[in-house]
Structures are given as structure tokens and as C-alpha cells.
């Protein structure tokens, strides 16, 4: 069964970014001749491309039930005290608290 889902994730993947950097590559390109307004949306499109590709690859990982992501914070009332700021020009200070990651496969 791991064999399988491996095999299927991998084909995912591939194929998902055989098609993103096909349409990518095609963007970059018109990018040398395009201006102004053009340019912008042309930008815009490369973005959608990129954020589709992530979207298909969590797809896959979710579909085979493939990652198991737990984060837990440590000292999570001081980091998360109602103060968030929006486009703060000093971020918090977050070194001093401890961020666990708990990734397993499944």
C-alpha cells in the first residue's frame, strides 16, 4: 500500500509540475514584450498558475493521506496575546519562544 500511494503521489507531483512550468515558461516569456497594464495581469496569471500548483500538491497529500502536521507553540498566551498588528514596521520578537513541528507519515 505505501508502494501504491508513493507511486501515485510521485505521478501527482510530476505531472502537476510538468504543467506548471509548461504555463510558467509560456508567462515568463511574453514578460520580455509586455508593459504596463498588460505586464500586471500577466503577473497576475503566473501567480494563479503557481497557486494552483500548490493547491494540486496538497490536494494529493490530502487525497492520499499522505502528511500528519501538528505545530504546537509553547508559551502560546504571550505569542498570541489579541496584539496582532498587520503590517507592523518592528515584528514581535518570536526567537524566544519554542515552535514544535510534529510531522509524521503516514
Do not use: Y
Amino acid at each position: 500500500m505505501h508502494f501504491l500511494k508513493a507511486t501515485l503521489a510521485f505521478i501527482a507531483i510530476v505531472i502537476a509540475t510538468a504543467c506548471m512550468c509548461t504555463a510558467l515558461t509560456w508567462w515568463a516569456t511574453k514578460l520580455l514584450w509586455l508593459k504596463g497594464s498588460a505586464r500586471s495581469q500577466n503577473l497576475q496569471k503566473m501567480d494563479k498558475v503557481i497557486i494552483g500548483w500548490t493547491k494540486a500538491n496538497r490536494w494529493t497529500f490530502k487525497k492520499l493521506n499522505l502528511v500528519n502536521v501538528n505545530i504546537t507553540w509553547h508559551d502560546q498566551e504571550q505569542v498570541f496575546s489579541g496584539k496582532l498588528v498587520l503590517g507592523s514596521l518592528q515584528p514581535p520578537n518570536l526567537d524566544r519562544h519554542l515552535v514544535t513541528p510534529n510531522l509524521s507519515l503516514r
